[in-house]
Nanobody, 122 residues
Framework: QVQLVESGGGSVQAGGSLRLSCAAS????????LGWFRQAPGKEREGVAR???????TYGNSVKGRFTISQDSTKDILYLEMNSLKPEDSGIYYC????????????????WGQGTQVTVSS
């Protein structure tokens, strides 16, 4: 069973940057599909970015050009570099992992972290 623990959330002003980390344990996730999702108050959880080795990365339309997903396979850590942050980027950010395939379908992600809060003020 894979355990995922996010860190790096916090409060920042619009235009600022944050880097989120997600440490995996319990299994090596090098070949998993790894994703970042977020949920704002009163809204459904949405896909932010996902990555799979030898397949590449995919971003949600609202974060393209501002966020970068990457993974350190040697340490089983997933990152999300967030730049030019906007108030609408605020929410709880979750990392997730799935062994097979790599799409936005959240129900196919078997493992989820507890989330980390990101707050962007205007």
């Amino acid at each position: 069973q894979v355990q995922l623990v996010e860190s790096g959330g916090g409060s920042v002003q619009a235009g600022g940057s944050l880097r989120l980390s997600c440490a995996a344990s319990g299994a090596t996730v090098t070949n998993y599909c790894l994703g970042w999702f977020r949920q704002a108050p009163g809204k459904e959880r949405e896909g932010v970015a996902r990555i799979k080795k030898n397949t590449g990365s995919t971003y949600g339309n609202s974060v393209k050009g501002r966020f970068t997903i990457s993974q350190d396979s040697t340490k089983d850590i997933l990152y999300l570099e967030m730049n030019s942050l906007k108030p609408e980027d605020s929410g709880i950010y979750y990392c997730a992992a799935r062994r097979v395939g790599c799409t936005w379908t959240q129900s196919f992600f078997e493992n989820w972290g507890q989330g980390t809060q990101v707050t962007v003020s205007s």
